[in-house]
């Protein structure tokens, strides 16, 4: 995983997440993406905040490629906040704190929850029939119906 590099002479990146402009000494306010992380811009390239002070100030010497924030806070991004940690483990950290959004808690689903029920309880209509109804693919009932989806 590439990760843009830059001048520490340009910036100052503290402990604490701050990102410091040293060609004009004051504070760069980062800003978050879609998904809420803070990211700054150097040389044309988004650094994500987290990122940047997780390789300067947290070891990680199982070279784990992916940072998380302990608290579930993604503008927290203090470094006594941040781990290294694989994909397994950050998806894992993010169901066990609430923090992966699953059915009903999830702006974009399609179905809520009574649907599923609906469809699952339905014996009467066929898998093409359920499909249109509810406007999902056939495939997606026939998972429903096996509870390979929303469990």
């Known amino acids: 995983m590439g990760f843009p590099t830059f001048s520490l002479s340009d910036y100052t990146i503290t402990p604490e997440g701050e990102v410091i402009?040293?060609?004009w000494n004051r504070k760069v306010k980062p800003q978050p993406n879609s998904k809420g992380y803070l990211r700054f811009i150097v040389a044309g390239?988004?650094?994500f905040v987290h990122r940047v002070v997780a390789q300067l100030y947290v070891p990680n010497p199982e070279n784990k490629?992916?940072?998380n924030h302990k608290d579930g806070n993604k503008l927290n991004n203090r470094?006594?906040?941040l781990e290294w940690v694989t994909n397994q483990e950050n998806r894992d950290h993010a169901i066990k704190n609430g923090l992966?959004?699953?059915?009903d808690k999830c702006s974009w689903t399609k179905l809520s929850q009574s649907d599923v029920d609906f469809i699952r309880s339905n014996t009467e209509l066929s898998r093409n029939e359920?499909?249109?109804m509810f406007g999902v693919s056939p495939s997606y009932i026939s998972a429903i119906k096996?509870?390979?989806k929303r469990k």
């Open 65 to 67: 490629p992916q940072v």
């Open 100 to 103: 992966h959004l699953q059915g």
């Open 130 to 132: 359920l499909s249109k």
């Open 45 to 47: 390239k988004f650094l």
């Open 79 to 81: 470094a006594d906040n």
């Open 146 to 148: 096996l509870n390979k």
């Open 21 to 23: 402009n040293n060609k």
